[in-house]
Structure formats: structure tokens, C-alpha cells
């Protein structure tokens, strides 16, 4: 059996290696033969943290990986272009990739010595 893939928005990515996905569809009503709209929310495995908030992503079902996630990331994202991404089974062994994210702290640090080594430029 085929594994169902569905194209969402990026709404949430709080959590460590999890995005949860909104899925939207449209549906006609049973009884008022009126077009509607059906949202759900998926949570969705992202291994490289790339996902940010507003992308628009392809899930793909997966076996469960947790209690609320049984889907995973395979295209989108602003980290890395879709082609480069890890998809089901093509996990390579051992690769780790770089997403090129500076983490809060180390942002903040780095800001610190700029401003610091552009106050001992300006004494000179």
C-alpha cells in the first residue's frame, strides 16, 4: 500500500526535531451541498531542524517514531533546498549536515565581541 503524502504550512516548530504541519482540505457538505474548508494538524519529524514557521512542506507517512508522530518531513523548508533533504530509507550513515542556525546564545555572544572589537577600533 502507498504511503500517503500531504502538502501543509508550517505553524509550529518549538520542539526539537518536530514541526507540526496544517493540512487543509476542501470538502462539499453532505446536506447544504456548500464547499468547505478541513483543517488538521499533523506533528512532523524534521531531522535537521530547517522547517521554520509559514513554510509550506510535503509529509509523508512513516512508521511511528513517537506517540503523536508518524509522519516526516520529505520536501520543503527554507534550510536547505528540497533535493538535498534526507528522505525515507535514504538515510546516509554516519553524515551529519550543517543548517547554518546560530543558536540564540551563541548570536548574542557573537554580537557582544563585534560591538566590543568595534569600540577598540574606534579608540584607535
Do not use: F
Not at 516548530?13 to 474548508?37: F, G, I, M, S
Not at 550513515?93 to 543558536?103: F, L, M, R
Not at 540564540?104 to 577600533?121: G, R
Amino acid at each position: 500500500m502507498p504511503k500517503r503524502i500531504m502538502e501543509g504550512k508550517v505553524v509550529s516548530n518549538a520542539c526539537d526535531k518536530t514541526v507540526t504541519v496544517l493540512v487543509e482540505r476542501r470538502v462539499k457538505d453532505p446536506l447544504y451541498q456548500k464547499v468547505v474548508r478541513r483543517s488538521a494538524k499533523y506533528a512532523a519529524h524534521d531531522p535537521q531542524n530547517v522547517c521554520q514557521l509559514g513554510d509550506k512542506v510535503e509529509i509523508q507517512e512513516c512508521p511511528r517514531i513517537s506517540k503523536r508522530k508518524s509522519w516526516i518531513v520529505i520536501s520543503g523548508g527554507t534550510g536547505t533546498p528540497s533535493e538535498k533533504r534526507v528522505r525515507p530509507g535514504q538515510e546516509a550513515a554516519g553524515e551529519e549536515v550543517d543548517t547554518g542556525k546560530i543558536q540564540p546564545k551563541k548570536a548574542k555572544k557573537a554580537a557582544e565581541e563585534t560591538a566590543a572589537a568595534d569600540k577598540t577600533d574606534d579608540k584607535k
